[in-house]
């Protein structure tokens, strides 16, 4: 059975209020907001994606480890980790370069919100077809194409895991994302560095938070994104 250590009082989101803001003058990391600990029906979900994706990894390359222990300690956490990032409410949600599923059908899971996952890879975009249809995931829709060509509703919040650099995603958040949307983006050691190249195109609120599973990686949340040159 899949299990995450709770946070918090009553396993119960932080509010977002200037308390969990990072310093962005200071550069600060800040805590993770504290995360729900996952229901038995999520639970059960999660250990059935694990199931799944064990065996299409015997066929085609979605990740490197080959054990459900590597799995749930490293993937299926570091992408459970961002859903205290996410702005309340059932706005819509993307994902980017999903693969394997990763960020966005673990938090698709977890959430319940709607999620549109794309991934330009017919044969992993076959599998989280397959893992949304066979976990009963209806509010979960494939688009097996790649970003610049898909159209999506306006999102709540966008979200990509080792696809590209923070300049290029950028891109594809002032695109995708609704007025008032954020985009969430972990990085690893580079990510100050990625942040200080976007800034040369880019006008954009960053919030920093520390990862719970790579002590060396970055969590940006970002929001208010906008090209340089264009008006406010």
């Known amino acids: 059975m899949f299990h995450v250590k709770q946070d918090g009082k ?20 800040l805590p993770l907001p504290p995360r729900p600990t996952p229901d ?27 054990d459900a222990a590597a799995i ?44 549109h996952l794309v991934e330009s890879d017919r044969r992993k975009a076959a599998f989280l077809t397959e893992a949304a249809a066979r976990l ?15 159209a999506l509703p306006p999102l709540a919040a966008l979200t990509a895991r080792a696809l590209a650099p923070l300049d290029d995603l950028l891109g594809h958040a002032e695109r995708l994302l609704a007025p008032g949307g954020v985009a969430v983006f972990p990085k690893g050691r580079t990510a100050e560095d990625e942040l200080t190249a976007a800034r040369r195109r880019w006008t954009v609120r960053a919030e920093r938070f520390a990862s719970r599973t790579d002590p060396d990686a970055t969590i940006f949340r970002l929001s208010e994104i906008r090209r340089d040159g264009q008006p406010d």
């Open 40 to 66: 038995a029906a999520t639970a059960t979900r999660l250990d059935g994606f694990t199931d799944l994706l064990l065996r299409w990894t015997l066929r085609i390359n979605l990740i490197a480890e080959r």
């Open 72 to 115: 749930r300690n490293r993937h299926i956490a570091d992408s459970l980790q961002l859903a205290s990032l996410l702005p309340p409410g059932e706005g819509p949600v993307g994902d980017l370069g999903s693969g394997g599923g990763f960020p966005g059908l673990v938090l698709a899971i977890a959430t319940r919100r709607p999620f």
């Open 136 to 150: 009963g995931l209806d509010h979960v829709r494939v688009h097996a194409m790649r970003i610049e060509a898909v």
């Open 10 to 29: 009553n396993g119960q989101d932080a509010p977002d209020n200037d308390a969990t803001r990072t310093d962005e003058a200071k550069g600060e990391r």
